[in-house]
């Protein structure tokens, strides 16, 4: 079975481009282009930037994208490393966040002076 890096090679090749030629017209970067043709989505930022450059690299060379992005799916799908950026975190700072810590704070605070007014009751007084 063809990957769709073969497919979309073989294709470039029958039609005589460069890969400069093809970042040119599509404005997909060369290593981008590369990454696809070697099979190694990983060093693309996305899965939906992959198959959108899968897309418009078949539609330019003249393919239909359909088939390119089932074989994709086939193969790849799944298997491209996610990455969060750091701006998607799934932590929120909250309003209610703050009011919790502003209460925890206090709660310890309080907690601190009131065993200190203790044990300097309880102690003896030094001479």
Aim: hydrophobic residues 45%.
């Amino acid at each position: 079975m063809k990957t769709v890096g073969e497919i979309l090679r073989n294709e470039r090749l029958e039609k005589k481009l460069a890969l400069s030629e093809v970042e040119g017209a599509t404005k997909i970067k060369k290593e981008f282009l590369e990454a696809i043709e070697g099979n190694n989505f990983q060093r693309i930022s996305s899965e939906v930037a992959t198959r959108g450059f899968i897309k418009n690299y078949a539609e330019f060379l003249g393919l239909s994208s359909k088939p390119i992005l089932a074989v994709f799916k086939r193969d790849f799908v799944g298997g491209i490393k996610k990455t969060i950026p750091a701006y998607y975190s799934s932590f929120h700072w909250t309003p209610k966040l703050t009011l919790i810590l502003v209460i925890s704070i206090f709660a310890l605070l309080l907690i601190i002076y009131l065993s200190w007014q203790y044990f300097s009751l309880v102690n003896t007084p030094y001479r």
